[in-house]
C-alpha cells in the first residue's frame, strides 16, 4: 500500500512518483507477453464432464454455471439422442439442482430437478435434426442456451 502525504514537499514527491508509476503502467504491460498476461489472469474453475449421459454421446455445447458448476449437452450420432447433466464444480452438501432439455414444436421438455451432491441428470430426448434449449440450475443460478445445435454437432451455436 503507499501512503501519499499530500501536506508536505515529501508528500508531493510521493504522489508525482505514484503518479508517474500509473502513467507508464499501460505501456509495461502492452510490453509483457501475452502468454503471461494469460497465465496472470485467474479461472473460473469448471466442472468436467463425467459421463454419465451414457457410451457414445459426446459434449457439444456447455454453459458455465457461474462459479458453481457447468451444465452439458451431449449427443450421441448413433441414436440421434441429446442427453443434459449438471455437475457441479465442488461436489459437497445436497443443493438443488436441475438438468432440463427441450423443443419448442411440439414443446416437450424432460427435466430432472432434486437436492443432489454432485450433479442433477442425466435428461435424454430425441431430438435428431431438431434444435435443443437446454438448461442447468445449481442452487438459484441458471445457465443454458436456447435454440442450439440444429441438426448438427458443430459446438457452440
Same mark, same amino acid.
Given at each position: 500500500?503507499?501512503?501519499?502525504? +499530500?501536506?508536505?514537499?515529501? !508528500?508531493?514527491?510521493?504522489?508525482?512518483?505514484?503518479?508517474?508509476?500509473?502513467?507508464?503502467?499501460?505501456?509495461?504491460v502492452?510490453?509483457?507477453?501475452?502468454?503471461?498476461?494469460?497465465?496472470?489472469?485467474?479461472?473460473?474453475?469448471?466442472?468436467?464432464?463425467?459421463? /454419465?449421459?451414457?457410451?457414445?454421446?459426446?459434449?457439444v455445447?456447455?454453459?458455465?454455471?457461474?462459479?458453481?458448476?457447468?451444465?452439458?449437452?451431449?449427443?450421441?450420432?448413433?441414436?440421434?439422442?441429446?442427453?443434459? /447433466?449438471?455437475? +457441479?464444480?465442488?461436489?459437497?452438501k445436497?443443493?438443488?439442482?436441475?438438468?432440463?432439455? !427441450?423443443?419448442?414444436?411440439?414443446?416437450?421438455?424432460?427435466?430432472?430437478?432434486?437436492?443432489?451432491?454432485?450433479?442433477?441428470?442425466?435428461?435424454?430426448?430425441?431430438?435428431?435434426?431438431?434444435?435443443?434449449?437446454?438448461?442447468?440450475?445449481?442452487?438459484?443460478?441458471?445457465? !443454458?442456451?436456447? !435454440?442450439?445445435?440444429?441438426?448438427?454437432?458443430?459446438?457452440?451455436?
Open positions: 500500500m503507499i501512503n501519499i502525504r +499530500r501536506a508536505s514537499a515529501i !508528500g508531493a514527491a510521493v504522489t508525482a512518483t505514484a503518479c508517474a508509476a500509473v502513467a507508464l503502467a499501460p505501456a509495461a502492452a510490453a509483457e507477453p501475452a502468454v503471461q498476461r494469460a497465465a496472470a489472469a485467474p479461472k473460473a474453475a469448471t466442472a468436467q464432464y463425467n459421463g /454419465v449421459c451414457g457410451s457414445g454421446y459426446a459434449v455445447n456447455s454453459a458455465q454455471i457461474g462459479t458453481k458448476g457447468t451444465v452439458f449437452l451431449t449427443y450421441n450420432s448413433a441414436t440421434g439422442k441429446n442427453c443434459v /447433466v449438471t455437475i +457441479r464444480t465442488k461436489p459437497g445436497a443443493v438443488h439442482m436441475t438438468a432440463s432439455l !427441450g423443443f419448442a414444436s411440439p414443446t416437450t421438455w424432460v427435466t430432472d430437478t432434486g437436492n443432489f451432491t454432485t450433479y442433477a441428470g442425466p435428461v435424454h430426448l430425441d431430438a435428431s435434426g431438431l434444435c435443443v434449449t437446454w438448461r442447468g440450475e445449481i442452487s438459484g443460478e441458471v445457465a !443454458g442456451k436456447n !435454440g442450439t445445435n440444429c441438426g448438427s454437432l458443430a459446438a457452440n451455436r
